[in-house]
């Protein structure tokens, strides 16, 4: 079998590396991908980082025996704890991990006000905190840590008055400054775009790393000789450790954001 027709793997705690897989599958249509989305353990942004790790490695090991060809781990969280742990462990894999978009926001102006939103796990490991300090200086880096914002997400809390409430609380005390952009640190968080621009109350630039992650990939297959020949649509192919959610994922595929 010609490897570059295997499938293109897509990990997340859940729902949210929807996003991502979009991002991938408007970049590479010919492309085959297998999703899958671990949302009996999600959320994992509240758990340990030896939890994570552990769980990162099984839903990937879940993917390898199905025969894809790379992985992408379209979890910010997951990323930050397991992506060394991954590379490590498969050395001849290509493996993209997406960690929040700081970088072109902190460069998108001089002195930019950016304010990073993610989960607890993400903005406390060394990852992030790496990243936000290497940016410190050229811009003004604010980090809000989302507890319980990506489990609305899964939940299906995509707008109304629960998800207006939790947005008005956690983005109130910033109103008043000039912030510049909102980083979407997590991958949940591109479905509820609009109710955070809403609940923001003033235009602002919200960024993610979707689309830079599926650059990522197309290089890197590029790279192994892997990128799949122009030709038929590729196929999508969704699971989830509760299958109850695989009515939300395709929903979630073809949504408007
Ligand atoms: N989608 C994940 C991320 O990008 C996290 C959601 C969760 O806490 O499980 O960080």
Redesign the pocket.
Known sequence: MDPRTRPIGVF???L??ISVLRACTALLPQEDFLFFGDSAN?????KSLAQVQALTMAGVRRLLEQGVKAVVVA????TSAAITLLRETYPQLPIIG?EPAVKPAAQGRSNSFVVVM??PL?IHEDKYQKLASTFQGQANVISLPCRGL?ELVEQGQWSGPVLDAYLQELLLPLRHCSVDYIVL????YPFIRRAIQTNFGRPVEIIDGSDGTARQLKRQLENAGLLRPPGEKGRVTFQNSRPDRLPMSMALFEMEV
């Open positions: 997340d705690s859940g949210g590396g999600a959320p994992y942004g509240e979890c910010n969280t997951a997406i993610a989960t993400t990506a640190g997590c991958t949940h």
